[in-house]
T-cell receptor, first 113, second 113 residues
């Protein structure tokens, strides 16, 4: 049981490039989330999904897109990367909402130059 | 006023010390209170959660919630170098369908041998 896995671990992008951050969970969780963590700024929710085919915006969705075609996968797409998107990105999942624990992946460290 | 305030530290203590980590919040609708531990270059992991006011103990860790003061604490007894990490408080309003976690910025703790 690997939990939540993310690829790549690190990536450097040039301004204007695009990329997809991959996230997979093997716990059969319904809810999945994408957060970004900037130094000294805590975790901000980008997008979330309550099940396959259902996604919605979080606090900071601009510049990102998501899709959820399967229960296991929740990729995050960056279009036209900007320096402001330099951050550490975490994917998380939970069985439900309410008190259900959110399990986090190891993160993707992205730098946009 | 920010919804959740957390002193970022850094906090440096000798091994064996009692550590007190704190968060204040402004939203009286928060009912679930969590502490996440995040080791360097890793994803956050849930350490403890409490519902409403009161104390909860788990080994060397005690979580306290004072809803009247809108103040939560995490105490670590007999701190160990392995406790060195960033500690994030997180809160959620009640409701079975509610997914949203509001995080503090995190406190960086170093326990020196």
């Amino acid at each position: 049981n690997a939990g939540v896995t993310q690829t790549p671990k690190f990536r450097i992008l040039k301004i204007g490039q695009s990329m997809t951050l991959q996230c997979t969970q093997d716990m059969n969780h319904n809810y999945m989330y994408w957060y970004r963590q900037d130094p000294g700024m805590g975790l901000k929710l980008i997008y979330y999904s309550v099940g396959a085919g259902i996604t919605d915006k979080g606090e900071v969705p601009n510049g990102y897109n998501v899709s959820r075609s399967t229960t296991e996968d929740f990729p995050l797409r960056l279009e036209l990367a900007a320096p402001s998107q330099t951050s550490v990105y975490f994917c998380a999942s939970s069985y439900g909402a309410g008190v259900d624990t959110q399990y986090f992946g190891p993160g993707t460290r992205l730098t946009v130059l | 006023q920010k919804e959740v305030e957390q002193d970022p530290g850094p906090l440096s203590v000798p091994e064996g010390a009692i550590v007190s980590l704190n968060c204040t919040y402004s939203n009286s609708a928060f009912q679930y209170f969590m502490w996440y531990r995040q080791y360097s270059r890793k994803g956050p992991e849930l350490l403890m959660y409490t519902y409403s006011s009161g104390n909860k103990e788990d080994g060397r860790f005690t979580a306290q919630v004072d809803k009247s003061s809108k103040y939560i604490s995490l105490f670590i007894r007999d701190s160990q170098p392995s406790d060195s990490a960033t500690y994030l408080c997180a809160m959620k309003i009640s409701g079975g369908s509610n997914y949203k976690l509001t995080f503090g910025k995190g406190t960086l703790l170093t326990v020196n041998p």
